[in-house]
């Protein structure tokens, strides 16, 4: 089955850019979507095919795709930005949703 | 405003059935895939299934295939995800989510997550 791997952690000084990166085979093919899940809250999608962004996320926030890796990068981090983030595609060979193990953010 | 309202919590014993619910509201319930995630207790997400409300067409993953149903009620707008037989390892928090009018989108908008408990 099709996986998206992602670094487990992160960790930013406030006011610094960081990148999450996420990797799978052929995933320069297929759509990139992003989430931020804060603790006790349902996730949020904070970037979509691969680079757009929905209204209301900051322009900190965007996304980019090269050969294997998506990578989400959040210029002039926040604390607020300290959270959870997951990658998603939609794996055409097995019809269904893949996510990525997931990327702990930590703003310190 | 498209709003997804999810029932409460829920404690169950092992071997007892659940549905669960997802309310929708302000878009047409016929014409966007809703789908279901799992999260267990401190890990990440899990794609369940999807179904498209208009003609009931179903995505299962495959490891929740027959360990799951997923349902719609378009009278209501309400989506199911229904459990004949719990088990300890079913419990986690389940969130519906809106994926959009074709396969293959992103899942825009997010219920608050029902937490289910199983245990004896």
């Known amino acids: 089955s099709y996986e998206l791997t992602q670094p487990p952690s992160v960790s930013v000084p406030p006011g610094k850019t960081t990148s999450i990166t996420c990797g799978g085979s052929?995933?320069?093919?297929?759509?990139v979507h992003w989430y931020q899940q804060k603790p006790g809250q349902a996730p949020v999608l904070v970037i979509y095919?691969?680079?757009d962004r929905p209204s209301g996320i900051p322009e900190r926030f965007s996304g980019s795709k090269s050969g294997n890796t998506a990578t989400l990068t959040i210029s002039r981090v926040e604390v607020g930005d300290e959270a959870d983030y997951y990658c998603q595609v939609w794996d055409t060979t097995s019809d269904y949703v893949v996510f990525g193990g997931g990327t702990k953010l930590t703003v310190l | 405003e498209v709003q997804l309202v999810q029932s409460g919590a829920e404690m169950k014993k092992p071997g007892e059935s659940l549905k669960i619910s997802c309310a929708t509201s302000g878009y047409n319930f016929t014409t966007q895939w809703i789908g279901w995630v799992r999260q267990m207790p401190g890990k990440g997400l899990e794609f369940m299934g999807l179904?498209?409300?208009?003609?009931?067409?179903?995505r299962y993953r495959p490891s929740f295939q027959g360990q799951v149903t997923i349902s719609a009620d378009k009278s209501v707008s309400i989506a199911y995800l229904h459990w004949l037989n719990l088990k300890a390892s079913d419990t986690a928090v389940y969130y519906c989510?809106?994926?959009?009018?074709?396969?293959?989108?992103?899942?825009?908008?997010w219920g608050q997550g029902t937490l289910v408990t199983v245990s004896s």
């Open positions: 179904i498209y409300p208009g003609d009931s067409h179903m």
């Open positions: 095919y691969d680079s």
């Open positions: 052929d995933i320069e093919t297929k759509s």
């Open positions: 989510a809106l994926s959009g009018l074709t396969l293959g989108g992103c899942f825009h908008i």
